[in-house]
């Protein structure tokens, strides 16, 4: 086992995105399941809308801290069923 991994956490595969919406370089295990992780602690560090619910502005906390969207998935759903 690498020394950098556990077993709640692996490397992020192509298609499975972080919860800013980036692709993920780390793939952990939470409470909420499993989550993407980019590195990068800026929450997408712009204002543009939502990746996975497309609400006009990502989300916050009370604090400004930048929140996942409830609606997150690892992999998005593509292909829209038509």
């Known amino acids: 086992m690498n020394d950098s991994m556990d077993d709640r956490a692996r490397l992020g595969l192509p298609g499975e995105l ?4 980036r692709q993920a370089v780390w793939v952990f295990t939470t409470r909420f399941g499993l989550v993407g992780s980019c590195g990068i602690n800026d929450g997408g560090n712009d204002v543009g809308p939502c990746p996975f619910c497309s609400s006009p502005r990502k989300h916050f906390n009370a604090l400004g801290t930048p929140e996942r969207c409830p609606q997150y998935r690892l992999r998005p759903v593509t292909g829209g069923g038509r």
């Open 18 to 21: 972080c919860t800013c919406g």
